[in-house]
């Protein structure tokens, strides 16, 4: 994708800026990705208290809200092949390492609704692990 190389383009040469500049290199390239976003972040802050209450921008509001569901739902399907499917959907992606990912996440996904110790869930992904690297060992 063309925006994509300009992305990676942008990024090493604030990258480079940072090395080679040396501290003040860093602040600067730093500042130079940071403030344009805060500038404009702010200045619709600004339009958004003085006009929160207009029947138009509820409105928009309320129309971006599924958009938005929208493209945080690609975003989750994208990284998600990319994670349970680094190398393509194949039978061979159906192997112990993905039924593992699928148990963890939906462990994780069930105990983000119920009030768990974080030493119980430390423990238990330590005796998960442990027990996941022995099976895969023996039993493949």
């Known amino acids: 994708n063309e925006a994509d190389e300009e992305y990676k383009k942008l990024g090493k040469m604030y990258r480079s800026v940072g090395v080679l500049g040396g501290i003040l290199g860093a602040i600067i390239s730093t500042l130079?990705?940071?403030l344009p976003s805060f500038a404009v972040i702010l200045?619709?802050?600004k339009f958004y208290a003085k006009y929160k209450n207009s029947f138009v921008v509820k409105g928009c509001l309320t129309g971006l809200r599924p958009v938005v569901i929208g493209l945080i739902a690609k975003a989750i399907i994208?990284?998600?092949f990319g994670v349970f499917f680094?190398?393509?959907i194949t039978a061979?992606?159906?192997d112990f390492g993905f039924f593992s990912s699928v148990l963890i996440f939906g462990i994780v996904v069930y105990l983000a609704f119920k009030k768990v110790n974080p030493i119980y869930l430390i423990?238990?992904?330590a005796g998960l692990g442990i027990v996941s690297?022995?099976?895969e060992k023996f039993l493949l």
Do not use: E, H, Q, R
């Open 32 to 34: 130079g990705v940071i």
């Open 43 to 45: 200045v619709v802050a």
């Open 78 to 80: 994208s990284l998600g």
């Open 86 to 88: 680094p190398n393509g």
């Open 92 to 94: 061979a992606a159906f």
């Open 123 to 125: 423990l238990g992904s």
């Open 133 to 135: 690297g022995y099976a």
